[in-house]
């Protein structure tokens, strides 16, 4: 079946620092792919869509420059935390939809931002 | 607003009764409905797909309802399993558009 991998599955840094996660489509290819932010006990929240060789669009309230997206492949988008603080501190998530079938989420990035 | 509730309460059960969870959504006219399953630090596993023209959909033990008119879908999980513990994510999409949008989630624990 189709899989999502996400790499780093945990990240621990200091404040200030960037953080890069990938999101990989393994076994297809991805125009598209979602990224979702998720805070302890809560629902997943749809921060932006990575949309491959373009701009990626954002969800309300998400800024763009704190959040920097990159798909430069069908296989492979980036997200980017930049002077990464306490309060993004969360558990993120991308998914990528395999043709027809519905979403299919990665296993998620632990951050925690001292 | 737009809303989409499911039971914020866990849900307790014993094992081999049937969990019964519920939707509701307000000032929203999916195109389908999603049934997601999350085990804790993971991410969501896809379980069923509805759209908005069915009224029932069944996976082996899962069964979905869709009651456009109530704006509600119901999951059931029948003769639960301790392994069927997990929290359970409703999401909804719009016509046109693959962006979902995601229920709190009912966390359910199967007692043995």
């Known amino acids: 079946g189709a899989v999502v991998s996400q790499h780093p599955s945990w990240v621990i840094c200091k404040s200030g620092t960037s953080v890069k996660i990938e999101c990989r489509s393994l076994d297809f290819q991805a125009t598209t792919m979602f990224w979702y932010r998720q805070f302890p006990k809560q629902s997943l929240m749809l921060m932006a869509t990575s949309n491959e060789g373009s701009k990626a669009t954002y969800e309300q309230g998400v800024e763009k420059d704190k959040f920097l997206i990159n798909h430069a492949s069908l296989t492979l988008s980036t997200l980017t935390v930049t002077s990464a603080h306490p309060e993004d501190s969360s558990f993120y998530i991308c998914s990528a939809k395999p043709g027809n079938q519905p979403q299919h989420f990665g296993d998620g990035t632990r951050l925690s931002i001292l | 607003s737009q809303k989409i509730e499911q039971n914020s309460e866990a849900l307790n059960i014993q094992e081999g009764k049937t969990a019964t969870l519920t939707c509701n959504y307000t000032?929203?006219?999916?195109?389908?409905l999603q049934w997601y399953r999350q085990d804790p630090g993971r991410g969501p596993v896809f379980l069923l797909l509805i759209r908005e023209n069915e009224k029932e959909k069944r996976k082996e033990r899962l069964k979905v309802t869709f009651d456009t008119t109530l704006k509600q879908s119901l999951f059931h999980i029948t003769a639960s399993q301790p392994a069927d513990s997990a929290t359970y994510l409703c999401a909804l999409v719009k016509a046109a558009g693959n962006k979902l949008t995601f229920g709190g989630g009912t966390r359910v624990l199967v007692k043995p």
């Open positions: 000032n929203y006219s999916p195109a389908y």
